[in-house]
């Protein structure tokens, strides 16, 4: 049988129409191979922080039940939108909320867990050759109340499908197009990483890169779910997570906050000649310590005063 693909747009691919336009040829690209396409979508631009500054705007206790009945249809917007536009061009597509994908959750409203999806109206979908879209970042409770997954849970929404359809990988797309072994906004010479293991992604997920919400990769460890993000705007090769671990290759470094500064890869506690370079880079340096932890995958160094840009940019050198 041909395979589904599980596709994922973020907030900023979908932003406006001209954007829904290049998103609607990427799917469609995909489909015309003959696969079976699952699309999950957020909210378009700034809409979920714009509703929720407006509710906070008409009351002072908001009650997070209705929130959320709020939030979710930032996604509902973006889904239908996209649904109106793939029919217009001729493919056949349904846009499906939260509760109508089958998504169950419990009822932690703003940070609610999935914990069951029942896919048979999607695979009904499918069965009718649809393109099927459905709302990320939300579901449904045992009381029927609309639930949402946390801030980014789009991303979660997408490795969940993906795992619950048997999805050979998931695809993340967005305005970048990968993960890199630092923020390449502030470190011009960052690379784009190839491959991370998924215990590199939540590493670097919990240590503040903020390219995926940490549940999916949990989410896709759990289920060995590739995950593979990509630009949405361009063809370049973008990042794998999955189970393919090269060993004792460093993968990042990555700072969090102003003062904390972790180095992650595999095996790296075996890595002298590095962890003696960074040693004499503080040293060097005379940067006090407040914290010094090396783990198997991290090393994680909690400087006493903030670090700034430049330090980082000459770690950054030193270990790649
Ligand atoms: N729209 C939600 C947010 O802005 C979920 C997501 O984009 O993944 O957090
Ligand atoms: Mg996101």
Known sequence: MDTIMVLKFGGSSVADNEKLQLVAKRITKIYDKGNRVVVVLSAQGKTTDKLIKEANELSSNVTSRELDALLSCGEQMSTSKLSILLNY????????????????????????????????????????????????????????????????????????????????????FSDVDGVYTADPNKIVDAKKIENLSYEEMMQLSSEGAKVLHNRCVEIGEKFKIPIITKSTFNEEKGTVISDNIEDNKVKSIIKKEVSRVSIIGNGIIRNFDLIEQIINFIRKKELELLNFEISETKISIVFKNIIDDENIKELHQIIF
């Open 89 to 172: 061009m001729g493919y056949p597509s349904i846009s499906l909320t939260g509760w109508q994908a089958g998504i169950f959750t419990n009822d932690t409203n703003q940070n609610a867990n999935i914990v069951k999806i029942d896919t048979t109206r999607i695979l009904n979908e499918l069965e009718k050759g649809k393109i099927v879209i459905v709302t990320g970042f939300q579901g449904i409770d045992k009381n029927f109340n609309i639930t949402t997954l946390g801030r980014g849970g789009s991303d979660t929404t997408a490795v969940a499908l993906a795992a619950a359809l048997h999805a050979e990988n998931c695809y993340i």
